[in-house]
């Protein structure tokens, strides 16, 4: 595996490979690495002839105060993780490389940016999509790869990808979990051993609105009380949000029959945890 710190070395690199008519996957990272974000490695692995990562902790997407400086880094053991996966080269810039000085240029998906986690943390969408797209301009894959977990993320960058033009395919891939259910985040890091547990609230809130579908519940007032009732009844929780929206817009929707996302944020403690489930579409709408 060849690591890479400067943007035209790495652009150098990329375009020979698909000069060579080569396939090339992108699987942008912020370290921390743990099986979900193996798992997006390995699709790009199937999908594509060759898988180049990125590993840079975006400052653009934390807030004055959030975790920007105790987010988790493990330099040596992500580097290991990324060419044991087959990873041949990873694009891992520091801050200077990618915002040169004052950046005063960003890319923000209006009406989009401030729903879901853009709600609560303002400008954390315009920093996502700002580095994203330089790391497309940069990398130009043929695909990148994305977890579900993130799903407002994926949806924001689909839209991005739509309206700039972005010769690339987005694949988002599905959430992994822990065997209890929670979703694989390097936040859990952040969590103490009864806060872990604590943590299984978002999954188990999760569950019943799953359960009333299948009983044929298609109103998303109704299947997000069944979700609330949840996690009510975890004191260590402090519920953001929990939304029934459209996967692709984000906008709320009131009958879940064409498809939604039912979307859950949460603080335990002080570590804000997410995740989703998709309702898919039924067959005859």
Excluded at 158 to 184: H, K, S, T, Y
Aim: a negative charge; glycine letters at 6%.
């Amino acid at each position: 595996m060849h690591i890479v710190e400067k943007a035209e070395e790495m652009r150098g690199q990329c375009r020979a490979w698909r000069l060579s008519g080569k396939r090339l996957g992108l699987v942008p990272t912020m370290g921390a690495l743990h099986e979900g974000h193996l798992s997006l490695l390995r699709a790009a692995a199937l999908e594509c002839d060759v898988v180049a990562a990125s590993l840079f902790v975006n400052p653009l997407q934390f807030g004055p105060t959030e975790d920007l400086a105790r987010y988790p880094r493990d330099f040596e053991g992500d580097c290991a993780k990324f060419e044991s996966e087959g990873v041949q080269l990873l694009f891992a810039p520091p801050v200077q490389e990618m915002y040169a000085g004052p950046n005063l240029t960003f890319v923000t998906v209006e009406g989009m940016s401030d729903r879901l986690c853009g709600r609560s943390r303002p400008g954390h969408f315009r920093g996502v999509t700002t580095v994203v797209s330089k790391l497309f301009h940069i990398v130009e894959p043929d695909a990148a790869f994305f977890g579900q977990k993130d799903a407002a993320q994926a949806a924001i960058i689909r839209r991005m990808v739509r309206d700039l033009n972005f010769a690339v395919q987005i694949v988002v891939c599905p959430i992994v979990r822990e065997p209890d259910g929670v979703a694989m985040s390097s936040r859990n890091a952040y969590l103490d051993p009864e806060q872990r547990i604590a943590a299984r609230v978002l999954y188990r809130a999760l569950m019943p609105a799953q359960a009333a579908l299948r009983r044929g519940e298609r109103q998303a007032a109704a299947l997000i009380a069944e979700a609330c009732a949840v996690v009510s009844q975890e004191s260590r929780a402090r519920l953001d949000y929990l939304e029934i929206v459209d996967p692709d817009t984000l906008e709320p929707v009131n009958d879940v029959s064409g498809g939604a996302l039912l979307a859950i944020a949460s603080f335990i403690g002080t570590t804000r945890l997410i995740d989703n489930i998709v309702i898919p579409p039924e067959k005859n709408t």
